[in-house]
């Protein structure tokens, strides 16, 4: 069955999710910035109200880079956000050249291990996609990368997931597709061989982060990807 991953703010959306048939929830806070670190207050509530797996994001700007400070701050929040209910963690960074930074990743690796987790849509901004790739697939715990396969989106860039899945099995497993990821993506990426698919704005009435995750739009895309897959 493949894996439908989607963006929750709240508890309430949370609930939704389970109850329209999603597989596990990526928890993120402030989607004005494109999700950040969320109160580990929140994902206790979370977990007091659903049984999904939470893969709580691990970011503290707008941007894909980092310094220390920061750091040391997104690890203190990685372990109450554990023992709040982390399953997972959503993370990763580029350094001022657009390389994946992989010392700032390790670091905050190295505090959620054995967690798994996903390298978030940083991947997307890499200056060298295909280097970047080759990279993070080094990375110990990972078993995702949230890609759009473009910066600006899946509209733009599922050609280049569709040849992303077709390079191996491997790489097909690793592709969580999202990145206003639309329903007409889902057959092409299916056929590729993608098994795993991410929605945010598409569960939500009108595409509207002020609206709650529906139950019934997140049905659909359930209903959709099982068809497809």
Do not use: Y
């Not at 990368?145 to 497993?173: F, H, K, M, N, Q």
């Not at 056929?191 to 995750?213: K, L, N």
């Amino acid at each position: 069955m493949p894996l439908l991953e989607v963006i929750a703010l709240t508890a309430q959306d949370a609930r939704a999710a389970e109850e329209g048939g999603a597989d596990r929830l990526e928890v993120v806070a402030d989607m004005a910035a494109d999700g950040l670190t969320p109160d580990p207050v929140v994902v206790a509530e979370m977990r007091q109200v659903t049984s999904l797996p939470l893969r709580i994001m691990l970011r503290a700007n707008t941007g894909f880079r980092t310094n220390g400070a920061e750091l040391d701050r997104l690890r203190r929040a990685a372990e109450s956000l554990t023992e709040a209910g982390a399953d997972g963690f959503v993370l990763g960074f580029l350094d001022s050249e657009g390389r994946i930074d992989v010392g700032a990743t390790a670091k905050l690796v190295a505090v959620i291990t054995p967690l798994p987790w996903t390298f978030h849509r940083a991947i997307d901004h890499a200056a060298d996609p295909e280097a970047a790739w080759r990279t993070v697939r080094e990375l110990s715990g990972l078993d995702a990368v949230l890609t759009a396969g473009a910066p600006v989106g899946a509209d733009a860039g599922v050609a280049a997931l569709v040849c992303r899945a077709a390079e191996s099995a491997g790489s097909a497993g690793l592709v969580l597709a999202g990145g206003g990821l639309r329903r007409k993506h889902v057959a092409p990426l299916a056929a590729a061989g993608v098994r795993s698919f991410h929605v945010g704005g598409a569960v939500r009435p009108d595409r509207s982060w002020e609206r709650p995750v529906s139950a019934c739009l997140v049905r659909e895309w359930r209903t959709l990807i099982a068809a497809a897959g």
